[in-house]
């Protein structure tokens, strides 16, 4: 089961090479779909200059070799080829994907290590709606990855360590540790650290008191260690509420925070500057990565450590990423972090680079996160200009969907589970229907609609195709007959279908999943015209339509499903 794109990609090329020699055979056929056909490849007009010939020749040509063909090929106006595939063959492709258990989706070989850093939320305060994206968009990419078959590593990068603490743990120790627990634990994070600043600026003792307690928990004093994982294990405990409720894959197994690579800092530096690649600049010892300057054009520095002594991010993501290659053995390295950290990754991974911890053979990418607006067009904020706490919004988004099933007849333990379900799918799937590098408007009225682009439209769609079933008397699973196509809208379904397992390659090649939403939402639409043009289980529709158009229906729910899947957007079985 081959993307149809790719087979006849892969024809062309071979006619092109029969046609006018084998030096012709790597050209890019530029198959595109097409509204005369059901693909068009326009290289013969490319290819008529480098051969001196007329357009329409060279695509005369091609269509002469392509005989062994399961279409009809036609040349069209200046030099097109037009493409329209057999019915019988777009049959027995979609047949053989829905007795294949992953509907197409092949392995990779072989597999790679891939290191996914995501979410990194800052242990010093609330997760917000700013963790949001890159904790969503992290996790999609996970899935993907290891369905593919790579071996994915994640990495929770949280900011679990620096001088914030000094004072966290000291406020813990005045309110008492059951008490500063409960807060933690409650989601009472930002609370909290506001609470210690405000002592912090106002009261000299507790300043003084706060500086020296950085200073015993960065020499490892065993009771500031056991004050610190205190602090730790119930903001973790947290943060796994959040993460539980998102339906996120990450757990404690996949924390790797500053404190991880603390004990590496002091030779990360040594290391640097011993290479010769780290040198001293006004007291600073920093990085200068060739290609990179500021805005009075002298070398741009990368800070490793400060003039005071002290590390920040660089330092620990120079230690990062000669961790992740060295030890972790990454093939491949995905930093799920804001857009606004582009320039600072660019410069990590050109330090890595030279300093020889990133070699040709690992790639280092940034997936930029785009910022997260309000219907205003501006940051997120509540209206007192404060970051959105990410367990009000997701908790509203419940409480949204739950009203909006209100009127269903469920009773009380169903309507909570798809509510849930419904909630959440409608957040994750507004992220990721949108490019990752791009702003989006967050907006409940939206995205919370059983119509158009949305998670319940497309939750819907899986739960339409399962009452067909349960009308039908049978599961999914036993429509497992022949796929044989009749009508224009089975055809334009089945063919759509033939695309996933390309598709899904894309996504982890490219790191994109809004293309994986927008070709689910094209499946739905296509289902959608399908329904409505081809009765399934109505009376009047004979045997064998129905279990040829049930089988269809089976391969429908499968990509669904699976697609959702593997974008983490739950699948209620009813709606």
Known sequence: MTDPQIVLTERVQQALANAFGSEHADADPLIRPSQFADFQANV?????????????????????????????????????????????????????????????????????????????????????????????????????????????IRQNHLGDWGTPFGMLIEHLLDIGEETAVAQLEAGMGTEFYQAARHEFDS??????????????????????????????????????KLYSMLGVTLTDADIAGESMYNPMLDQTCDDLQAAGVAVMSEGALCLFPPGFTGTDDKPLPLIIRKSDGGYGYASTDMAAIRYRVHDLKADRILYVVGADQALHFRMVFAAAQQAGWLPDTVSAEHVQIGMMLGKDG?????????????????????????????????????????????????????????SHDSEYVFDFDRMLKFTGNTGPYMQYATARIRSIFRRAGIEPAQADGAIVLGEPAERALALHLLRFGALVDQVARESEPHTLSAYLFETASLFSTFYEECPVVKEGVDAETRAHRLALCALTLRVLETGLGLLGVPVPERM
């Open 44 to 152: 013969a007009l490319s290819l008529a200059k480098r051969l001196r010939r007329a357009p329409r020749e060279v695509a005369e040509a091609l269509a002469a070799e392509l005989t062994d063909f399961p279409g009809k090929v036609e040349v069209s106006g200046p030099g097109f080829l037009n493409i329209t595939l057999d019915d019988s063959w777009i049959a027995s492709e979609a047949t053989g994907m829905l007795k294949d258990p992953r509907a197409g989706v092949g392995t990779v070989t072989p597999p790679r290590t891939v290191v996914i850093d995501y979410s990194a939320p800052n242990a010093a305060k609330e997760m917000h709606v700013g963790h949001l994206r890159t904790t969503i968009v992290g996790d999609a990419l996970a899935r993907v990855h290891e369905h593919l078959g790579n071996s994915v």
């Open 203 to 240: 009261d000299p003792e507790f300043k003084a008191r706060s500086r020296a307690r950085v200073t015993t928990l960065q020499s490892g004093d065993p009771d500031t260690l056991r004050l610190w994982h205190v602090f730790m294990d119930a903001t973790i405990h947290y943060f796994n």
């Open 378 to 434: 501006r940051r997120f904020k509540t209206r007192s200009g404060e970051s959105v706490k990410l367990m009000d919004l997701l908790q509203e988004a419940v409480d949204r969907a739950s009203a909006a099933i209100a009127e269903r007849g469920y009773d009380e333990a169903t309507r909570a589970e798809i509510a849930q379900a419904v909630g959440m799918g409608a957040v994750k799937y507004a992220d990721l229907s949108v």
